[in-house]
């Protein structure tokens, strides 16, 4: 059910995103995901400066003067916001939760990619696909994305990210760009991620809470799973608590690594005590450089 805190938690975000694409983000994103090429705008007459090269040698010569061609960028692009909505991103010891992280670097890409007239869509997925948007270039899709990304309430709390990615590689039937949301606390999933990035543009965005990389030094860390509901204490003050803690930090690290690669999927990292808009447009400013 939505609630008028709901809306306004909506409309929050909305006009603070826009703020965000309207100063710098519009630009690193179109800079960063270009088109497949150019397409073929109008003939005008040369005028000084311009390339030869785009001299239209026909037109010229019927014409008795100059003329060159003009192309535009054809944009055109699909791009998809995947969000993991399972309970563990319900999870923030900071005030604002991962859930609430994700949603705020959803609305941002969404946004950009319709202030760039590309094709926005939707996937919202837990243990089962929660709800599919189409892709769309109309306006109003991009502010729907940013509802459901905020206000959505899943029915499933676990997370089944191979379903996920099974089922965007069955829809999407032209090539997407694709910002995969999570905090990647899932069972392997690399054989369907490696699948997907063999048609499509993958980016795994990974959301993670301060708790989650640095730990009390001492003390009773009484925990419980957001998605099974299983509770344990773990005695932040043994050693051997620590170091089975970081062994199994150090080994999801690695599986998602690998997953990453083999998907061949860029990566970026937002936590939930920092802003979202300068990691992304850091990102895309590095990924816009000639290699």
């Not at 060159?68 to 791009?79: A, C, D, F, G």
């Not at 199994?248 to 939930?272: K, P, S, W």
Request: proline share 4%; aromatic share 6%.
């Amino acid at each position: 059910m939505i609630t008028p805190e709901l809306l306004a938690q909506v409309r929050r975000l909305t006009i603070r995103s826009r703020r965000a694409v309207e100063e710098v983000f519009a630009g690193a994103y179109r800079s960063a995901f270009r088109g497949r090429g150019l397409e073929f705008a109008e003939v005008r007459e040369y005028v000084p400066g311009d390339d030869v090269r785009t001299i239209d040698w026909n037109v010229t010569a019927r014409a008795g003067r100059p003329f060159v061609k003009r192309h535009e960028e054809e944009r055109e692009l699909t791009v998809i916001v995947a969000l993991d909505c399972s309970a563990s991103l319900a999870f923030g010891s900071r005030g604002r939760s991962k859930r609430e992280t994700a949603a705020e670097a959803g609305a941002l890409l969404a946004l950009a990619a319709s202030r760039s007239r590309d094709r926005v869509g939707l996937l919202l997925f837990t243990d089962r696909i929660e709800l599919y948007v189409p892709p769309s270039k109309v306006r109003a899709r991009a502010l729907r994305v940013v509802r459901e990304l905020v206000a959505f309430e899943p029915e499933g709390r676990g997370t089944d990210v191979g379903q996920a990615l099974s089922f965007l590689a069955r829809v999407l039937r032209r090539r997407a760009v694709i910002f995969l949301l999570s905090d990647w606390i899932a069972e392997p999933f690399d054989r369907e991620l490696a699948f997907l990035g063999r048609r499509h543009e993958l980016t795994v965005i990974q959301v993670r809470d301060p708790l989650e990389a640095d730990w009390p030094a001492a003390g009773l860390l009484a925990a419980r799973d957001l998605e099974t509901g299983r509770e344990r204490v773990i005695p932040l003050g043994s050693k051997a608590a620590r170091s089975a803690l970081l062994a199994a930090r150090a080994r999801h690290a690695r599986q998602t690594g690998e997953a990453f690669r083999m998907g061949r999927a860029a990566r970026i990292e937002l936590r939930c005590d920092a802003p979202v808009a300068p990691v992304l447009v850091r990102h895309m400013e590095q990924r816009a450089r000639p290699r």
